[in-house]
């Protein structure tokens, strides 16, 4: 089969700013993707292209074999399921739990007076167990935790059966146990071949779940990288990226990094006196 999202020299310009800045990008069935890339770097801007949500300036974006611009966004729309903080907060808070993933089948944010199948209640549900949040489905959304939320809303992306689902910083705002929870939730999906093409954004290599394959790291608005995760996740491209130097770790399937030692060194030549003395006492 042919690539699944397709993005070839693309340009998005706001006003007198390039967000991005001829960006190519391919990916495959098959393959389970993280945007990586420090603020403002354009990882929402690429999400929004593929979501099928925003126009390219300039190039082309293909989604699933069809060319935005050329096909009707509403048929595409089913099959590209997306979870974000700016959808979370379209997501009445009265609205009950399973209804919050009983709607996407029929793409809308709140239940009006569509009838569903019992077939749909059932995969509805079926998604939320599968996520850990079976129990909260009577549930009203607004009462939820942060972490209960994200996993709702994944289950909701899922809810059409798309063939990507995009996941931007899925993470953001959990605490480390509700972090790790969701990375074995995001694990397990990854590790499933029936599961649909991934894309995670994420600032974090921690954020980075065991079983994805590549990376695409911005910076700019550009890409510094793109390819197998192990290419990508070098000291070399993710300082490049982030703009200092990083020293990056990997423990079995999970990443990490940090400032680079002698990077820390230097700066703490100019750090305050009780903290290099804490540091010296620290050996
Ligand atoms: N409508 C707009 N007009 C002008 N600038 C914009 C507009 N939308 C986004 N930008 C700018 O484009 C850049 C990329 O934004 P984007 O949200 O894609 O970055 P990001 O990598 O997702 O950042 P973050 O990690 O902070 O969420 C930012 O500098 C942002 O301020």
Known sequence: MGDVLELNDVSVRRGAKLILDRVSWSVDEGERWVVLGPNGAGKTTVIQLVAGRLHPTSGTVDI???RLGQVDVAELRPLVGLASAALDQRLPAGERVLDVVLTASYGMTGRWR?????VDTARAAALLDAFGVGDLAERTYGTLSSGERKRVQIARALMPDPEVLL????AAGLDLGGREELMGALAELAGDRRSPVLVLVTHHVEEIPPGFTHALLLREGTVEAAGPLEEVL????L?????LELEVERHRDRYSARASRAHADDHGAHSAPDARDARDALG
């Open 167 to 170: 996941l931007d910083e899925p």
């Open 64 to 66: 699933i074999g069809e």
């Open 234 to 237: 070098t000291p070399q491209h």
């Open 114 to 118: 569509e009838q569903y199948e019992d």
């Open 239 to 243: 300082s490049r990226a982030f703009g």
